[in-house]
């Protein structure tokens, strides 16, 4: 019986000396990195920025209807279907990419920022997710807020809340960016380009965009809500707020674009390709959608009717017309035509150069292909044969814009079509300033060896007009 | 002369104690006949005889000896020399071997009768009877509820085992049962069986259900199949020795079309070599027999060799084996070397200690599921001419006319599979060495303490290379675009190294007392703990810098490194370890042997869910009573009854590393950046899944236990089903890892064995396995319907809401309310455009075996059915080869008028049968037939000969003073026969040997065909 007591006491002795958790594997992956350094999250957020401003563009172009494609024939399925179309949960990337890539890695990022000290990358940050909720919001109307994150299942808040939390949150930012105790705290770690390629951390020019989200959100109130001269004139002051912060200080981008947000597609580590770019780059192989430019064609509407293309149902339909002093000098009534595509042969029977179109989603004729059609890597965006160029987050025109359509529900009708032009005018600008830096011309049709329209198998008087037909076309867009 | 009188008396009485002689008679107490070659020993020492053929022996002993009778099959006994002069020693059956005694959980032997839960026992003869090249194919048909797939018919073809039936559906959750040998758990599930060798088995028990298993805790969730070794035996020195020799072919491959050659919609295309859309041969067109040519004779050979002795208080068991196994298809093999080491010891009657190591090696190369391009090679083309003589790929054996081919579509050009299985090389090595040790003392009467260690490691590394199918200067622009994704072409080199370790460690302690008069108590208490570490690894690159033979990793240019896995040559190193600790006790009531009852409970803690609560506790009830002792309802035919009942609950915790948020660094992101990592699902929190379940069940005896009939009916439901399903990126994940679901399942399990005729020259037993299992998934998350698995070309294995857990999703015909498919008024059918529909269930009917034994003197002949009604089949083989132009069926029916089997709607709700003939082409088929995966659901019943076994034994032939002392000489022939309306190789398929989630079983994609095979097999003992 002793010998029978003297073993369940040691089994007992046993069972407390196994004390169970510290024996148990901490259970994380040594494998995958569980947690990221600020510099290494930093260039996520700001790539994600750029990434949620190209997907929203793209699909707008679908919505809008501005490219089609030729369809079965040629790319092996319908023209509306799977090609320029973003309406399957698993590709509509607007919801994931705020909530998800933009909204958990800003967490991320924030936690550890506010821990370290560093409130430069907290305010990055937050303005990151600003402009990401403005977009959202504006795309799906009633959206999480206060309660994502939290469930699985979390409340919509409506629109309205949405709304005044950006204004809420404008208003807090700004004031952040003016509070010294955080953009000079001592924990502040350095932020070069490497980290953010828009600003390489400067904070007044970050503080620039939020004054930019501020005026888009503002202009909501245009025209069904409040169109009163009070809500128009805070529009044109933050409008105003983001033209001067951006034309403060270093000018990056010269006297009128000065120093608005461009994710720079322009080397590092790692370079990588502008998403509008030929190389069609695509977020680890299925988590975004590449440009569809190479398959894609501009629709009537857009080309005819937006851009208006000359000589439509003529023989000189979309020809570029280098007869001086007519309407139909150029491709079109607006200049943009040839900065924004490079015309192309056609097919034996039609191998002019010309503009080619086609209506929405019916298809091209088993004749014709999509090289025969413009070719879209063109302009600021999608030309670089490098891949590079940049992608812009928010542009110099858009605050133009904005403060033209506030100008002109306040009544001031002149001071909104003055800003309208100026906008144009500089947009074309922009476009130009691409074809000089990257091909050495002056002007469309300027091209000699090498140049787009050579690689395009196109030469020609016609193709090289003198500069004095680019700027009587210029003067007869903006009725000089 | 008194002295002289002492001295004779005490030389005489000298003489008679030490060196006198005994006879005796050993007689078997079942049936009164000698027992044959008996071994007779003198207790404590080597001296000892066999028993003749008259079961007599005589013996040099003195008065004070015992002597030791032993024969395998029987329980050994110690008698007392004494004052006898001659012995009749009666001994009895060992029942343990008799199937009465089994192993159950924790190593604890039982008397069968005494369990309350289902379980089977095989014993070593019935285990290796219709021996195969691998331990888990035997079992099927022996095992009632058991369930075993294989990916094809080569040898290195993975298995699936399942118990009843899948409890969890969600993909990274395991459904095998939990191998036990030697009374500690090993790694691997079916996958293990293939590492052991069979003839080093004593006996294999399937425990069925969560009560059985329960003490096992969460790995056994699935069951548990336990193992024990061959032990040495008393007595003098055996060897034993096995030599097989096996040939196999191919059974049942898949017919190829012979009319038509390789091109499009029936008309020649220049440089198309694969598929059969082609024009029809013309006269005197030569072909090729290019499937039937491939297809070789398998050959294995099997040498092992076993040794076995000892005493009472040591005995030891070894034994050496070694297979060579080549397959049907070229160099498809596997060659293993097994070693076995077991001793065991008692140094005194209160301590015992056991020590075994298992060693094995093996070198293999697969074929994978790899017969696609051999089905569809063009009948015109000769696919064994591959090879230029500079070592290059044949070109011009595919193509009319290379010079035509566009270098861009060059680098994807079709090669012969005997390209790559001559040139290239692709070997896996494999070792594995499992230690096991225990040690058990009796400090006090009743009281066993036992510790238990084991260690079970297994090292893999597949090094490979496959050659250079084109060179550099065969291209004008090396660097051109579009063969950028093509550097393998060049050469590529794959080194996977890996390595996996399981460390048990067990403390029980059992103790067993007698309460009153008739009720004894038993109790069971112990402790475990597991480790497991596991790495895998990769080192992979492309492109051959040097031309020629240097196919070295070296040689490979480092450009091509990278760490993406889009590309298939990439570097990983991969980790994995979690650990699980467990407290378990059992308290056993037994009421003079006729009624038990059984309370255990066991709790967990687990690493994989120490981020929450990561201890959980479950309990089990078992109760059963032997209703025929009981109310004393013995008679001439019924022998013996029981029913028995139990109650479960058990525990399964999630895979390792659910908990953890993984960043990435996607070559997309610029300056090295790191984010979020989207395809991780991860888990906020977990509970473990929980499995419940109960049983009834009987066993009934008749006719003097010569009928033996066990029956169960089980129910089982797995709540907080551990899914990874898509949610909202509003809660912060794409994925995410969580409890919801419900899983359930009922069956019936039916055993019966009838001993025919049992006499000392013949005997013939019948045993006869029926099973069936309903499984259904009861629910989901919200808005989820359906778990699916690997993407087959749109079709799924699905877990369906509502529907089966081993369900089929896809493509489908529009059908009207009784199922008809609607066709237009062409008469062409109508595709539903949903993706994924409900359309088959892989889960069988029921499941049955069928086997018998007879023996007549020294003949032995045995076969067994195994057989299923119900379950469908996926045929993707036969989908490729429809798609592809090459069905048989198109000798007969190409570009005939066929009228589809549909309706037509009258358009007010009404429908016709379709009459309006369309013609079956190429357009056809690719447009309205190829693209519905329910056209490729087929019924999988089947009824198989799975093996015929004839043997003899020339054992009593040999002369006495041979040294051979027993000889056995068996053929066996497999999967002799197979009744089935599957048109595919076998319907008892699964497209990998995964066993997680819904599984791929039933999904017959490329494998190598199986195979039916004979073997010749001799046994000598020394």
Known sequence: MNRLKYILSSLVVCLGATSCVDMLDDNVNPDRAHQVTLQTGLPVIVFYAQQTTYDHAEYYAYLSQCLTTTGKSAIGTYSYKSEWEFLTMNRHPQWRRHFYDIGVNVRNLITQADAAGSYNYTLIARTVRLLSTQLTVDMFGDIPLTEAYKSNSPKYDTEGTVYDWILRECDDLIAAYENTALTEASGNQRIDAAQDRVYAGDLSKWKGLVYAVKARALLRNIPNIDTSSATCQKIIDAADKAIAQWRSGDLLYGAWFGNEPRYNFDGGTNEQNNVWSAAQPIINSWESRKNLLDAAVPSKYFIVDCLGLNGVGTKSEGVFSAEFGTSNEGFGNDPRIPLLMIARKGPDGDAAVRMRFLENNIGAGTSMKTDYYPKLYMGAYAGSNTGGGYNPIFTMEELYFIKAEAEYWKGNKTAACQLAKEATQYNIERHLQFLRSEYGVQYPGNFSEGKPLELEGCTGAEYHPADEVWNAQLEACFDK | ?1022
């Open chain 2, 1 to 1022: 002369m008194k002295k002289q009188l002492l001295l004779i008396l005490f030389s005489f009485l000298a003489v008679a104690g030490y060196a006198r002689v005994i006879t005796g008679t050993v007689i078997s107490e079942s049936d009164n006949e000698p027992v044959v070659g008996a071994t007779v020993m003198v207790k404590g020492t080597p001296r000892g005889v066999a028993t003749d053929l008259d079961g007599k022996f005589s013996i040099d002993v003195k008065d004070s000896d015992v002597l030791t009778i032993s024969n395998v099959g029987m329980l050994q006994q110690d008698v007392k020399v004494g004052k006898q002069q001659s012995l009749r020693i009666l001994m009895k059956d060992n029942a343990q071997l008799l199937g009465e005694v089994v192993v159950t959980a924790m190593g604890q032997t039982q008397e069968k009768k005494k369990l309350n839960f289902a379980v089977q026992q095989l014993d070593s003869k019935e285990i290796t009877a219709g021996v195969s090249n691998n331990l888990a194919s035997t079992l099927q048909g022996k095992v009632s509820g058991l369930q075993i797939m294989n990916t094809g018919g080569s040898p290195n073809a993975s298995q699936t085992i399942q118990i009843r039936a899948i409890s969890s559906i969600n993909t990274s959750q395991n459904n095998e049962p939990l191998i036990i040998i030697d009374g500690v758990p090993v790694r691997g599930g079916g996958s293990s069986l293939t590492d052991i060798n069979p003839n080093d088995i004593e006996t294999m028990s399937v425990l069925k259900g969560a009560a059985a298993s329960a003490l096992y805790g969460q790995e056994a969730a699935n069951g548990v199949i336990m193992i024990v070794t061959k032990s040495g035996k008393d007595g003098k020195l055996t060897v034993t020795a096995n030599a097989t020799l096996e040939v196999s072919q191919a059974a049942r491959v898949p017919e190829i079309q012979s009319s038509y050659a390789p091109g499009s919609k029936g008309f020649y295309v220049l440089n198309a070599g694969s598929g059969g859309w082609g024009a029809p041969l013309a006269a005197g067109q030569q072909t090729y027999a290019n499937l039937g040519d491939i297809l070789e004779t398998g050959l294995r050979e099997n040498d092992a060799v076993s040794r076995t002795g000892g005493t009472t208080k040591a005995n030891a068991y070894a034994s050496v084996s070694y297979q060579k196994n080549e397959g049907i298809v070229p160099e498809d093999y596997k060659d293993q070397f097994n070693v076995f080491l077991k001793g065991q010891f008692e140094p005194s009657d209160k301590v015992k200690i056991q020590v075994s190591t298992s060693f094995k090696e093996s070198k293999s190369r697969g074929f994978g599921n790899s017969m696609s391009s051999i089905y569809n090679w063009g009948i015109t083309k000769n696919m064994s001419d591959y090879q230029t003589l500079e070592g290059f790929p044949n070109w011009d054996a595919y193509y009319d006319d290379w010079s035509k081919v566009l270098e861009e579509n060059r680098i994807g050009a079709a090669i012969s599979p005997y390209f790559g299985r001559y040139n290239d090389k692709g070997e896996t090595t494999s070792t594995r060495i499992m230690l096991n040790g225990q040690i058990s003392y009796e400090p006090i009467k009743n009281l066993v303490l036992t510790g238990k260690v084991s260690y079970d490691k297994g090292y893999s590394m597949y090094d490979s290379y496959s050659v250079p199918r084109f060179r550099e200067s065969d291209f004008s622009d090396p660097n051109a675009s579009y063969l950028s994704d093509y550097a393998y072409k060049f050469g590529s080199y794959t080194f996977q190294p890996s390595r996996s370790e399981r460390f048990n460690a067990q403390f029980l302690a059992t103790y067993q007392r007698q309460l009153f008069n008739d009720l004894n108590l038993n109790v069971l208490f112990g402790i475990d703990w597991m480790n497991y570490k596991s790495l895998s690894s990769q080192l992979a690159g492309q492109r051959f810098e040097l031309e020629g033979d240097f196919y070295s990793f070296q040689n490979i240019d480092p450009s091509t490194f990278t760490n993406s896995s889009s590309s298939g040559y990439y570097l990983y190193l991969n980790h994995s370890q979690y650990n699980k600790y467990g407290y378990f006790g059992e308290i056993r009531f037994d009421w003079k042997g006729i009624a038990q009852v059984s309370v255990t409970g066991r709790l967990d803690g687990s690493s994989t869910l120490r981020q929450v609560d990561y201890k959980y506790f479950y309990p089990s009830v078992t109760g059963g009573l032997i209703f025929s002792e009981l109310f004393k309802l013995e008679n001439d035919w019924f022998s013996y009854g029981k029913i028995r009942g139990n109650w479960a609950k058990v525990g399964k915790s999630s895979a390792p590393y659910k908990f953890t948020e993984s960043f990435k660094n996607c070559s997309t992101y610029p300056d090295a950046a790191w984010g979020i990592d989207p395809p991780i699902g991860v888990a906020l929190n977990l509970e473990p899944e929980m499995c419940k379940s109960w049983e009834v069940g009987a066993d009934l005896r008749f006719f003097k236990s010569r009928t033996r009939l066990d029956v169960a009916y089980y129910s089982t439901s797995v709540d907080n089903q551990i899914v990874t399903v898509r949610v909202s990126p509003a809660a912060g994940q794409i994925l995410q890892t969580r409890n919801e679901g419900c899983v359930e399942n009922y069956g019936i399990e039916a055993t019966l064995a009838q001993d025919i005729f049992k006499t000392k020259d013949f005997d013939w037993t019948v045993t006869a396995n029926f099973s069936l299992n309903r499984g259904k998934v009861k629910s989901l998350p919200d808005q989820i319907t359906q778990i699916d698995g690997t993407n087959y070309g749109g079709i799924f294995p699905t877990a369906f809401l509502g529907g089966s857990t081993t369900g089929i999703t896809g493509k489908d015909y529009q059908r009207d309310p009784d199922g008809n498919v609607i066709c237009n008024e062409e008469g062409y059918p109508l595709i539903n455009t949903a993706r994924q529909l409900y359309i088959g269930n892989r889960e069988p009917d029921f499941l049955l075996g069928l086997g018998s034994n007879f023996r007549w003197k020294e003949l032995t002949f045995g076969f067994l059915f195994d057989g299923r009604c119900g379950g469908d089949v996926v045929n993707i083989t036969g989908s490729s080869l429809i798609s592809n132009g090459q069905h048989h069926l198109y000798d007969k029916y190409r570009n005939r008028e066929i009228v589809f089997n549909g309706v037509v709607d009258n358009g007010d709700g009404t429908y016709r049968k379709n009459t309006t003939p369309v013609i079956l082409d190429q357009n056809f088929v690719n447009t309205y037939y190829y693209p519905v995966s329910s056209n490729f659901i087929e019924d999988g019943s089947y009824i198989r000969l799975s093996y015929v076994t004839v043997g003899y034994d020339f054992s009593k032939l040999l002369a006495k003073g041979c040294p051979v002392k027993g000889l056995n000489l068996t053929f066996t022939g497999r999967n002799l026969f197979l009744l089935t309306k599957y048109s595919g190789s076998d319907p008892q398929v699964t497209e990998s040997g995964s066993s997680y989630g819904s599984g791929s079983g039933g999904f017959d994609r490329y494998q190598v065909p199986n195979v039916r095979s004979y073997n010749l097999s001799l046994k000598a003992t020394f």
